[in-house]
């Protein structure tokens, strides 16, 4: 079958490199795709949002199903979209309609979806411009650090923790009041500050039944030592040494069966990845957030240990049949370390050739923020490439994506040197 991915980041190049694996894929699409994309499908200029030119391709096409990378397109209705229109409403689309994309696109909703079906998480209340005193006054009750959430999509900036309880005022009223994020604070969530070490939970689910892939750590400063600004994220590690078996359980009959089963309760339509953003809090696990796609980097670290044939998995999902599929998994540990332009996560150069990928040995090399451009390999975003290895451990893995970074070079090329410090 022919089958289109959307998006151009590592995760998407990771979901096209393991779909083109499958017997099952006759042709791919990636829209818009990267230099690594390039390499294995067909990469069609078109944007992620661009509903219309998506409808035509898969038309044009012939293409049965579409797998959605980002989360935009599904918290603008791509699924529903789809839906809703007869020539194209039979395509296959992994990810959840619109109502239950709000999961991602709406922290207040996220958080009266866990408090409705009593799964773990921080304590909150959420308030207007028109409630801003009685946030200050919650904010007041509160031991620090104060957690401040915009509600809507903010590029994954809209989360501020304070120490000071004067900041954390001057940083809401910034945020509900001169409109800091755009419409995406016009409604502020405030947290209990939970202290823990974190985690991801990646479920696949058809709506009724579900599948956990492994876990992953992400590192989502940008300097060593999780010092500095936050990032999409700067390398990962799957598994995670200290999920254990025990520790796994929990996350399942606790968070993972209940998640599932309010979707169905609440009537939100989910075909897609649930990535549950978790803190170990003691010995308990709890929900930071959910995301209604695959996390990236994690992809990178998850999908190369899962050994099933993806497209199998993907039409399962979007048949209902999930429970006739055995998630089979890779022992070994996977780890990937994240090349950024210098100067990200705020402003850097683009259009910079990157050099020596072919050098690469032992190594999986998932292109991000690159493009080409007269057959040249250039950077064009901030999170350029990302280097996955496996290992018998995550040391060894991380060592392998360490020697060959050293071949890899573009100017102002940057990378945390320390994935996997705090294991
Ligand atoms: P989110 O966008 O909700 O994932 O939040 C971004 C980051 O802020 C998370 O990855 C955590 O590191 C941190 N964070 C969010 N909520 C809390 C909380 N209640 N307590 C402690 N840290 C948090
Ligand atoms: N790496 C975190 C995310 O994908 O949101």
Same mark, same amino acid.
């Given at each position: 079958?022919?089958?289109?991915?959307?998006?151009?980041?590592?995760?998407?190049?990771?979901?096209?490199?393991?779909?083109?694996?499958?017997?099952?894929?006759?042709?791919?699409?990636?829209?818009?795709?990267?230099?690594?994309?390039?390499?294995?499908?067909?990469?069609?200029?078109?944007?992620?949002?661009?509903?219309?030119?998506?409808?035509?391709?898969?038309?044009?096409?012939?293409?049965?199903?579409?797998? =959605?990378?980002?989360? +935009?397109? !599904?918290?603008? $209705?791509?699924?529903?979209?789809? &839906? @809703? *229109?007869?020539?194209?409403?039979?395509?296959?689309?992994?990810?959840?309609?619109?109502?239950?994309?709000?999961?991602?696109?709406?922290?207040?909703?996220?958080?009266?979806?866990?408090?409705?079906?009593?799964?773990?998480?921080?304590?909150?209340?959420?308030?207007?411009?028109?409630?801003?005193?009685?946030?200050?006054?919650?904010?007041?009750?509160?031991?620090?650090?104060? =957690?401040?959430?915009? +509600?809507? !999509?903010?590029? $994954?900036?809209?989360?501020?923790? &304070? @120490? *000071?309880?004067?900041?954390?005022?001057?940083?809401?009223?910034?945020?509900?009041?001169?409109?800091?994020?755009?419409?995406?604070?016009?409604?502020?969530?405030?947290?209990?500050?939970?202290?823990?070490?974190?985690?991801?939970?990646?479920?696949?689910?058809?709506?009724?039944?579900?599948?956990?892939?492994?876990?992953?750590?992400?590192?989502?400063?940008?300097?060593?030592?999780?010092?500095?600004?936050?990032?999409?994220?700067? $390398?990962?590690?799957?598994?995670?040494?200290?999920?254990?078996?025990?520790?796994?359980?929990?996350?399942?009959?606790?968070?993972?069966?209940?998640?599932?089963?309010?979707?169905?309760?609440?009537?939100?339509?989910?075909?897609?990845?649930?990535?549950?953003?978790?803190?170990?809090?003691?010995?308990?696990?709890?929900?930071?957030?959910?995301?209604?796609?695959?996390?990236?980097?994690?992809?990178?670290?998850?999908?190369?240990?899962?050994?099933?044939?993806?497209?199998?998995?993907?039409?399962?999902?979007?048949?209902?049949?999930?429970?006739?599929?055995?998630?089979?998994?890779?022992?070994?540990?996977?780890?990937?370390?994240?090349?950024?332009?210098?100067?990200?996560?705020?402003?850097?150069?683009?259009?910079?050739?990157?050099?020596?990928?072919?050098?690469?040995?032992?190594?999986?090399?998932?292109?991000?923020?690159?493009?080409?451009?007269?057959?040249?390999?250039?950077?064009?975003?901030?999170?350029?490439?990302?280097?996955?290895?496996?290992?018998?451990?995550?040391?060894?893995?991380?060592?392998?994506?360490?020697?060959?970074?050293?071949?890899?070079?573009?100017?102002?090329?940057?990378?945390?040197?320390?994935?996997?410090?705090?294991?």
């Amino acid at each position: 079958m022919n089958i289109l991915v959307l998006g151009s980041g590592g995760r998407e190049h990771t979901f096209a490199w393991k779909i083109a694996q499958s017997s099952k894929c006759d042709a791919l699409f990636v829209a818009p795709g990267n230099s690594g994309t390039a390499e294995i499908a067909t990469n069609v200029n078109i944007g992620v949002n661009d509903f219309k030119a998506i409808k035509e391709l898969v038309l044009d096409k012939n293409i049965e199903l579409v797998v =959605v990378g980002p989360e +935009d397109p !599904l918290v603008n $209705g791509v699924h529903d979209f789809f &839906l @809703n *229109d007869d020539d194209i409403k039979h395509v296959a689309v992994i990810g959840p309609q619109q109502k239950a994309a709000e999961l991602e696109g709406s922290k207040e909703f996220a958080k009266e979806f866990l408090y409705r079906h009593n799964i773990p998480t921080a304590a909150y209340d959420s308030f207007t411009k028109d409630t801003v005193e009685k946030g200050y006054t919650f904010l007041e009750t509160l031991n620090p650090p104060y =957690v401040l959430k915009a +509600d809507g !999509l903010a590029a $994954g900036k809209g989360v501020v923790i &304070l @120490n *000071d309880l004067v900041e954390a005022k001057a940083e809401l009223k910034s945020m509900l009041v001169d409109a800091k994020f755009g419409e995406a604070s016009n409604k502020v969530v405030i947290e209990e500050f939970l202290d823990g070490i974190e985690l991801s939970c990646f479920v696949l689910t058809d709506g009724e039944h579900y599948k956990i892939l492994p876990t992953a750590k992400d590192y989502k400063r940008i300097g060593e030592g999780d010092t500095g600004l936050n990032t999409g994220g700067m $390398g990962a590690v799957s598994p995670v040494p200290f999920a254990t078996d025990e520790f796994l359980q929990k996350i399942e009959d606790r968070i993972v069966k209940p998640t599932i089963a309010g979707f169905k309760t609440d009537n939100l339509p989910y075909v897609g990845f649930v990535f549950i953003g978790l803190i170990k809090v003691g010995d308990d696990p709890k929900v930071i957030e959910y995301n209604v796609r695959m996390g990236d980097p994690e992809t990178e670290v998850v999908f190369p240990r899962l050994k099933n044939d993806l497209v199998e998995v993907l039409l399962a999902m979007a048949n209902g049949t999930l429970d006739t599929i055995d998630i089979e998994i890779d022992e070994r540990a996977a780890t990937t370390i994240v090349l950024v332009s210098g100067g990200y996560p705020e402003a850097y150069e683009k259009g910079k050739e990157i050099t020596g990928i072919e050098t690469i040995e032992d190594s999986i090399p998932f292109h991000a923020g690159a493009v080409l451009k007269d057959g040249k390999i250039v950077t064009s975003g901030g999170r350029v490439m990302a280097i996955t290895s496996y290992g018998d451990t995550y040391q060894e893995a991380i060592k392998k994506s360490y020697q060959n970074i050293e071949k890899l070079h573009f100017d102002k090329m940057n990378y945390r040197k320390d994935i996997g410090f705090d294991l």
